[in-house]
């Protein structure tokens, strides 16, 4: 039976330092998570907000094909002395590389994911506000939610999947690259253009991701050079004998609310179906990193790329055949393990999407990214007679996900909401209640002059006694409300919740 999936996104933002000859993006990105952080602590105890992170255990160097680091290869780097800083949400917001990162609490279900990537827009949002305070007249911090600065460089918006550790990584490889090679159809951000070698704007005007152009391998460990179709880094943060983290690097961050649901939600239940044998059909393409891009390139969704077994197919045509394994399963195992509500939503939601997009891609202008933003440049281009190639579409094409509110061109367009601004910004200091991060973001709330540091598998006490305590949390279902939520009430100092725990 399938393990529950514990869900959660990681993105990096694009940042700017406006109105200044030095834009150092390193020192603009701690600028403005320090400047949140200090706007969200002047009303609380003195060291709320600045629980750091917990770097005990990271081993991104750790591969799930059952070694350490390939020759060759590079693993990400563990920078230790960036601002890095656990909310009481749960989310983790820090400095990685030369981008503010921000990741969503251990979620329960897809439309969780859902509500607490919006609120992490808003804390951007607000993190802006707060470093426009401190900055001199004249600069201004603004952040971008996409995945490429349009010179070649680009920036992740990676996803995670709680999986039980006894599935073969082989099987998980083989099944999921066709789903991730097609998801793209429903949950592309849409570009102006390549940033591919040798690609002009001829010959690629408009694609469906924003990521296509940017993966040269099929499998692997790295995630900056080289980026693989399916990333094997074996880091579970739970207990490593029973879990894995399948850590998907291969997707674009959306502004679409019904993108990031189905890409999340079609996910686990495919994964799900992975870990139950469940999937039948052999749809290995014969070249997976150069059919990502040609699906990409391909608006018309009519192209046939050619599988391993000689025969073609469309992306389309992929995804049908996922969505019908996926109805098959529901009906004969239900959908538990991705929440059954919302596993039923899902599907409703993947068949109605798919539809569309087969009878006109554009019927989806007011749900998806990609659809949405090609009207929006569609419709300038008819109104000023402007060639793909002009600048200003590029800039037309960074506005869309631009996180100030009134710049925002996605706030404009018309998109389809799952979640009300009123549910998100609960969501910016409220955990959620049914996976640890309940814990994690309440122990936060309460008793932060006690808490030493964070990370996803434990908790650090300083009750003013020697040792400091290290409270573990290796089962993300566990240290939920349901689970933990009477004792917490129950005591009214961390001393308290250490001796009711036994610790």
């Not at 503010?100 to 607490?116: I, N, Q």
């Not at 949405?372 to 996900?401: I, S, V």
Request: aromatic letters at 6%; charged letters at 25%; glycine letters at 6%.
């Amino acid at each position: 039976m399938a393990t529950r999936k514990i869900v959660g996104i990681e993105t990096e933002y694009g940042i700017v330092l406006r109105g200044s000859d030095d834009s150092n993006p390193i020192a603009a990105s701690s600028m403005l998570i320090n400047a949140y952080l200090a706007a969200t602590q002047r009303d609380r105890p003195a060291r709320a907000g600045r629980v750091g992170w917990d770097f005990e255990n990271e081993t991104p160097e750790k591969d799930a094909r059952g070694f350490v680091q390939a020759e060759g290869a590079m693993a990400p780097e563990v920078e230790t002395h960036l601002v890095n800083a656990v909310l009481t949400n749960g989310a983790r917001y820090y400095v990685d590389h030369a981008h503010p990162e921000l990741s969503t609490p251990e979620c329960g279900d897809a439309r969780s994911v859902v509500r607490f990537d919006r609120a992490a827009e808003l804390i951007l949002r607000r993190s802006m506000q707060a470093a426009s305070e401190i900055l001199p007249p004249g600069q201004e911090i603004v952040v971008y939610k996409n995945n490429s600065d349009g010179k070649g460089n680009s920036y992740g918006c990676h996803e995670n999947y709680l999986m039980d550790r006894t599935v073969p990584f082989g099987r998980i490889v083989s099944s999921i690259t066709p789903h991730f090679l097609t998801r793209q159809i429903f949950a592309g951000a849409g570009k102006v253009g390549s940033e591919a070698q040798g690609v002009s704007i001829d010959d690629v005007p408009f694609q469906i991701s924003q990521r296509a152009d940017f993966f040269e391998e099929e499998v692997g460990l790295e995630t900056t050079l080289k980026r693989p179709i399916v990333n094997t880094r074996d880091e579970p943060h739970a207990d490593a004998q029973k879990y894995r983290r399948l850590h998907v690097i291969i997707g674009d961050a959306n502004m679409s609310q019904l993108a990031t649901f189905l890409k999340v939600g079609t996910t686990a239940i495919v994964l799900a179906m992975i870990e139950d044998d469940a999937l039948t059909a052999d749809l290995r393409f014969a070249t997976p990193v150069s059919t990502l891009r040609q699906i990409s390139y391909d608006r018309s969704l009519r192209a046939a790329h050619l599988l391993a077994d000689g025969t073609r197919i469309t992306a389309l045509e992929v995804q049908w055949s996922f969505l019908e394994a996926a109805q098959t399963y529901a009906a004969q195992r239900g959908l538990e393990c991705v929440g059954e509500e919302v596993g039923k939503e899902v599907l409703t939601r993947w068949e109605e999407v798919l539809t569309d997009l087969e009878a006109d891609p554009m019927r989806l202008a007011d749900r998806l990214d990609w659809p949405a933003k090609l009207r929006l440049m569609e419709r300038y281009r008819e109104r000023d007679g402007t060639e793909w190639g002009d600048p200003r579409l590029a800039a037309l094409d960074l506005q869309y996900h631009d996180l100030r509110a009134e710049r925002s061109l996605a706030d404009r367009v018309g998109l389809e909401r799952l979640v009300s601004d009123d549910d998100a910004i609960s969501a910016i200091d409220e955990p959620p209640d049914d996976t640890r991060a309940y814990f994690r973001g309440m122990c936060l709330k309460r008793w932060p002059e006690a808490i030493v540091a964070a990370n996803w598998d434990s908790i650090v006490f300083d009750v003013g006694e020697d040792p400091l305590r290290r409270v573990p949390m290796m089962e993300p279902s566990r240290g939920t409300r349901a689970h933990v939520g009477s004792v917490l009430e129950s005591c009214s100092t961390p001393a308290e919740l250490l001796e009711q725990l036994g610790m």
